[in-house]
């Protein structure tokens, strides 16, 4: 019979672990790549690729994992089952025949999307990348289903498996393409992000023939339920509720990796009107794009959030449980920023010993500049969902253009300033996401009648954070005084920050338990053999809430 379907905070918690995991690997990854392609100016070659693939993938897939998890939510929850599988087949068909017609479009023009991005050394990058465009969108029409079905399981195995595959293959590629020159090497890394897909859509597969039976057995019974009279949507009813749920997720989706694909060849022309010449360009782009890594891991959580939110709130709405609705709402901010506040806390604090372990460079204010957008960045991409979750997908959409139009104009502004060169791009980033914030926090509470407090989310993550890093932060410098008189190199930063590292988590999971703003019952949504983890560490530091 019907899968027990998890909460929100068990499938974010799954979500979680694994997007961390495949983050954790990206980070690897980014700084191997960058020596195996000679530093920051062979790394804007590879950067400039992959930002024209995450483009036309985003136009191959947008909307439709997001249509079909919310279709198949409303309909499973609705009894009509039948009508949810028909969505993911329907759907699935669309995005198959869309990623051939894209791969083959990218695949022929590699040479002039290279010329256009300013960086024609990458258009072998391009040309291997267009195949990985159609298995990821066969594999998205997968991962909606499951999300639909408030699965995250396969989700989260596939990516992990993905990244691992991507990493293996892109590093070994490199290595045997790079005696060709920096076309064929970074030819050679996007080989290797194709077969990390294919990976990922085995397994997504391999679950969905698992799941096929249980899914059956719900669509009988549901069927035993229906009232006489009751009628199945045509397939043209179900395509045509697809599209209207894709086509605003799908513009706003095109335009905002638009804009992205847009500042990635603007900032060195940008770069260039400020002064620099090309190398100089080439290597202060390089830097961005490598802190931006380490920007999408927090950003990265509030994707799971999404994904494990949307499906929760099309119930409850579809139920016309309004306080439901709300309740939900205030649970995924107060999960958001439990998770997104101590990571922005770490990286503006730690972020000297974080460039070091990594292998980052020595430009660290990138980091410490930008660390507290990753709360504004997760804010407005939780926002968004729950207006998408409420059918508010025009609204949440328009906003979302509005921030990426906006961010576009401020970068070619304050990039081009001498003082502000690169730094110019972080500025536009804060002002670009704060003015879509306030935008959704309107509609949110006076159209949609959502009640809600972000601060009251806020309030607790932001003191444990606080006194997490403080205390942290004090115990690396005393070990760095320490360790590097006799200590050089990797090792005399590595040594201090796990111990300071430690500190900061323990402190945090303490201040925060102590103020009430992680409870018991909040660890037993998200896992029961979690919660029992905590307890354990609850007895061990003395925490009686």
């Excluded at 077969?195 to 698992?210: D, K």
């Excluded at 010993?353 to 204010?365: A, E, F, R, V």
């Excluded at 959704?440 to 959502?450: D, R, S, T």
Aim: charged share 15%; proline share 3%.
């Amino acid at each position: 019979m019907k899968k027990a379907a998890q909460t929100i905070a068990g499938g974010f918690l799954i979500l979680s672990v694994a997007n961390i995991l495949v983050k954790l690997i990206s980070l690897i990854f980014v700084p191997l790549i960058r020596s195996l392609l000679g530093g920051d100016a062979g790394y804007s070659v590879y950067s400039s690729a992959y930002s024209v693939y995450a483009f036309v993938y985003v136009i191959a897939t947008a909307g439709f994992p997001v249509a079909i998890s919310k279709l198949v939510s409303e309909f499973s929850g609705t009894k009509r089952s039948d009508d949810a599988r028909r969505v993911f087949m329907l759907a699935t068909k669309m995005l198959a025949v869309l990623g051939l017609v894209l791969t083959v479009i990218i695949m022929v023009f590699s040479k002039p999307l290279a010329k256009a991005m300013s960086n024609e050394d990458s258009w072998a990058g391009i040309l291997f990348l267009g195949p990985t465009v159609f298995v990821c969108a066969v594999l998205s029409g997968l991962r909606g289903y499951f999300q639909g079905r408030r699965n995250m399981r396969p989700t989260a195995v596939s990516q992990i498996l993905e990244q691992l595959v991507h990493v293996g293959i892109s590093a070994a590629m490199v290595l045997l393409l790079r005696k060709f020159g920096i076309v064929w090497a970074v030819a050679g890394a996007s080989i290797g992000t194709c077969i990390g897909a294919l990976g990922a859509l085995g397994v997504c597969l391999y679950e969905y023939r698992s799941d096929k039976r249980i899914f059956s057995e719900q669509i009988d019974y549901d069927r035993s339920l229906r009232r006489a009279g009751d009628f199945e949507y045509t397939d043209k009813e179900l395509i045509q509720k697809i599209i209207f749920y894709s086509l605003p997720l799908f513009i706003s989706s095109a335009v905002q990796y638009g804009g992205d694909l847009l500042d990635n060849g603007m900032i060195k022309s940008s770069l260039a009107r400020a002064g620099f010449d090309e190398l100089a360009s080439k290597t202060l782009h390089g830097q961005y794009m490598a802190m931006r890594q380490l920007i999408n891991v927090p950003g990265s959580l509030a994707t799971a959030l999404c994904v494990s939110v949307l499906p929760a709130i099309t119930l409850a709405y579809a139920s016309g449980n309004k306080d439901d609705v709300s309740k939900k709402t205030q649970g995924a901010f107060k999960m958001c920023y439990i998770a997104a506040v101590p990571i922005a806390a770490v990286f503006a604090v730690f972020s000297g010993p974080i460039y070091k372990l990594l292998g980052y460079g020595d430009n660290i204010s990138l980091l410490s500049l930008s660390a507290f957008s990753v709360i504004l960045l997760c804010t407005v991409h939780l926002q968004s969902s729950i207006l998408q979750g409420v059918n508010r997908f025009y609204t949440s959409s328009a906003f979302m253009c509005l921030c990426v139009i906006l961010k576009a104009i401020l970068n070619s502004i304050f990039i081009a300033n001498e003082s502000l060169n690169i730094y110019g791009a972080i500025l536009a980033t804060y002002i670009s996401y704060l003015i879509p914030l306030l935008l959704n926090l309107y509609v949110m509470k006076k159209k949609a009648k959502i009640e809600f407090s972000i601060i009251k989310a806020l309030g607790h993550p932001v003191l444990a954070s606080s006194a997490g890093v403080i205390c942290g932060y004090t115990v690396y410098g005393i070990l760095r005084l320490i360790f590097r008189i006799f200590l050089k190199g990797y090792l005399g930063y590595l040594i201090p920050m796990i111990p300071g590292g430690l500190v900061t988590l323990i402190v945090y999971y303490i201040v925060l338990r102590k103020l009430g703003g992680l409870s018991i019952s909040d660890l037993r949504e998200m896992s029961p053999k979690l919660q029992k983890i905590f307890k354990k560490a609850d007895r061990l530091l003395k925490i009686s809430k």
